[in-house]
């Protein structure tokens, strides 16, 4: 047996081996018919007890993963032994979702310059494991509404009203598992197979693919320095997706004359605005213009927030704000979708918010992220190969390339390139350098060696 074993802590030893056995079985390292070797034999090895691997070597027996056989040995079973894998198959999935890719997370790079990424180190930890630890001794359980806690939709009704004048009370309010189910249930609910849906160009490429995943036709339309240009809107559209406070991935505002044209747009085809508030939250200048959905009076916009940047990704809390006449709409797709979010975590978050320590939290991060942003700037200033874009919020900055610039694989930095964010052809080039994963000490290195990398 070539199999090696490595024993961690004063644990349950022979648990231990019975895992890391169960799992060279199933990988296939250990094969059907293999001796394993004796129990003394083994024990020398680990230098445990021969009890201890008797334990496991019972377990496995009685789990029928392996045979002992009188005066031979202990063998892999060869009736249990099964690939650790379904069958390749011969189903195939709608013709949408054979080009559909999953992104990997990249890592090993020592400048990461990832776009959409917080910075972990500046999340009280310790606070949300009390919060966490104090709603588990309530017993939340059982099923509950699809619409959320009623105390964290209270909470987010008061918070962005408070932030970003956005007009909702707590039953206008639904959670999700982050801004992109939100768009999910918003696609289920209003797109109709073969309908077109407008997106910002460049814009967010999880947003395109999930509503092109549900039978939508989605075309581009061109954002300048003031936003979505409403007059390239096809005729055919009923439907757009755009982020006005921080413009993703460019990071310029919509103007207020844009933003009238764009509710204007909607009253007069009968459409459907989704507001994505990207970004919203940091902001380094003065307070952004209020939100499309504070302006609306027809009942037009709906309004689509993320705790992901300004907590964790890994919390998955999002959360949507509708029109009356589509709430009850939206919920049943959330009850038919999953049910409802985990609570304790939304019940976590509830307290969070009402005891301030969301905006204690946004307020620090910020301070630290405007350091970051201001140090991108001053250090990309006066090269003419990279043109920023103007920003003042969020956690990444555009930089266009200057004509005949391109730049070469650099394996220590994680760079985005700017055309991965466009679907429409000619792509526009450059990179969007995200500054929430990388320490503020180690951008100028960074940018220096992105600066070496440029041709």
Not at 109 to 115: I, P, Q, W
Not at 324 to 342: I, N, V, Y
Not at 383 to 411: K, Q, T
Request: hydrophobic fraction near 45%.
């Amino acid at each position: 047996m070539d199999v090696h074993i490595s024993l961690h802590g004063r644990g349950d030893l022979a648990a231990q081996v019975y895992r890391q056995l169960l799992n060279a079985i199933l990988d296939g390292r250990l094969r059907s018919g293999e001796r394993l070797p004796p129990t003394r034999e083994l024990a020398r090895r680990l230098e445990i007890s021969r009890n201890t691997v008797a334990v496991a070597y019972d377990r496995l027996v009685a789990d029928g993963f392996l045979v002992g056989r009188a005066g031979a040995g202990t063998f892999v079973s060869a009736d249990r032994v099964r690939a650790r894998s379904a069958p390749q198959g011969v189903v195939r999935p709608r013709t949408i979702w054979r080009s559909m890719a999953v992104d990997a997370p990249t890592a090993g790079h020592e400048y990461d310059f990832r776009v959409g990424v917080p910075d972990p180190r500046l999340f009280p930890m310790e606070t949300w494991r009390r919060l966490v630890a104090r709603e588990l001794r309530t017993g939340l359980a059982g099923y509950a509404d699809p619409a959320g806690h009623e105390a964290l939709r209270d909470a987010i009704a008061r918070h962005i009203g408070i932030s970003r004048s956005v007009r909702a009370g707590a039953d206008d309010v639904l959670i999700t598992n982050g801004a992109q189910q939100a768009l999910d249930l918003i696609g289920r609910v209003l797109i109709d197979p073969g309908a077109c849906v407008a997106v910002e160009e460049p814009g967010y490429p999880p947003a395109r693919r999930l509503f092109r995943s549900l039978g939508a036709r989605v075309a581009g339309v061109p954002v300048d320095g003031e936003g979505i240009d409403v007059t390239a809107i096809p005729n055919a559209a009923r439907l757009v997706y755009v982020t006005p406070s921080h413009q993703f991935p460019l990071g310029t505002p919509m103007s207020l004359a844009r933003r009238a044209a764009l509710l204007a747009w909607a009253e007069r085809r009968r459409g459907v605005i989704v507001e994505d508030d990207y970004d919203s939250e940091f902001r380094f200048g003065d307070r952004p213009l209020e939100p499309l959905q504070s302006l609306d009076r027809a009942g037009r916009v709906i309004y689509v927030g993320s705790f992901s940047k300004t907590l964790l990704p890994m919390l998955r809390l999002g959360f949507l704000v509708a029109p009356a006449s589509l709430m009850p709409a939206l919920r049943a797709a959330r009850q038919l979708s999953d049910s409802h979010g985990e609570l304790t975590t939304q019940a976590a978050l509830a307290r969070f918010i009402d005891e301030g320590l969301l905006a204690r939290h946004i307020r620090k991060a910020t301070r630290e992220y405007a350091a970051r942003h201001a140090l991108v700037v001053d250090t990309l200033a006066g090269d003419d190969r990279l043109r920023l874009v103007p920003s003042v919020a969020g956690l990444h900055l555009c930089a266009r390339f200057s004509p005949g610039v391109s730049v070469r694989p650099e394996p220590r930095l994680a760079l985005e390139r700017l055309d991965a964010y466009c679907g429409e052809s000619p792509a526009q080039q450059g990179l969007v350098l995200g500054y929430g994963a990388i320490q503020q000490a180690e951008i100028p290195e960074g940018l220096n060696i992105l600066k070496e990398a440029l041709g």
